[in-house]
């Protein structure tokens, strides 16, 4: 059996933490810390005490509610704190190459701004 999570954001990664971002280290420490405790909280409500998945596949999807033009990468970027943030809550065991990949990353214009996180287990 794979099993397979999926956590909704009511918002886009934020800005600060792209790569392109010219921030100072502690408004992007701030932003990590802070994406990294959303997103750990929300898994471990639906994650319980499960055991960590040793070999997975993240998807994204994006969606906005303006048609400004995004990079796909600098979105990507700006996800690595959740992917973190799913290790310290016993989802991911780790996020080398060995145990997760990047699956599908999508952009749509919608009703609202969302980001959508699948975990799926390999």
């Known amino acids: ?17 792209n790569l392109n971002a010219r921030v100072h280290w502690s408004v992007r420490y701030k932003a990590t810390k802070e994406a990294k405790e959303e997103v750990g909280w929300l898994a471990k409500i ?36 959740y992917q973190d943030g799913l290790i310290d809550v016993g989802v991911l065991f780790y996020d080398d190459a060995e145990h997760l990949e990047i699956g599908g990353v999508s952009f749509a214009v919608g009703t609202e701004e969302r980001t959508v996180i699948i975990v799926e287990e390999k």
């Open 46 to 81: 639906q994650w319980k005490d499960e055991k960590p998945m040793m070999k997975a596949r993240i998807s994204y999807e994006f969606f906005a509610k303006d048609h400004r033009k995004r990079d796909l990468d600098n979105l990507l970027s700006a996800c690595k704190a």
């Open 1 to 17: 059996m794979n099993r397979k999570l999926v956590i909704e954001l009511n918002h886009l990664p934020p800005s600060v933490l």
